[in-house]
């Protein structure tokens, strides 16, 4: 049976299962674009903002092995005389 299977007739049974399953979601009600929106607004909501004139302006101690990064303000730890943020990858020597 898989042997007189052409690679037409096996693109036609994709392209029906396919349409199907987005079918079935639209008859459902929710579309994953949809579902996706919210989420992201309801991720919005919940971010804050950080205050980066008050990470920027703050001297760390001397014994103090982390600070904020300028670029995106997430941790950034020391190696030696360079800083390198965490999530961004900025670095710097001081």
């Known amino acids: 049976m898989l042997d007189d299977t052409t690679r ?15 079918g079935a979601s639209v008859l459902a009600g929710t579309s994953y674009a949809q579902e996706s929106e919210e989420k992201k607004k309801k991720d919005e909501g919940d971010k ?3 205050n980066y004139e008050e990470l920027l302006n703050s001297k760390p101690p001397e014994d103090e092995e982390t600070r904020a990064c300028p670029q995106c303000g997430a941790l950034m730890y020391r190696q ?4 390198t943020c965490e999530n961004c990858g900025y670095s710097y020597v001081e």
């Open 8 to 22: 037409r007739d096996f693109l036609k049974a994709a392209a029906l299962a396919l349409a199907g399953i987005s």
């Open 48 to 50: 804050k903002e950080p």
């Open 80 to 83: 030696g005389r360079t800083w």
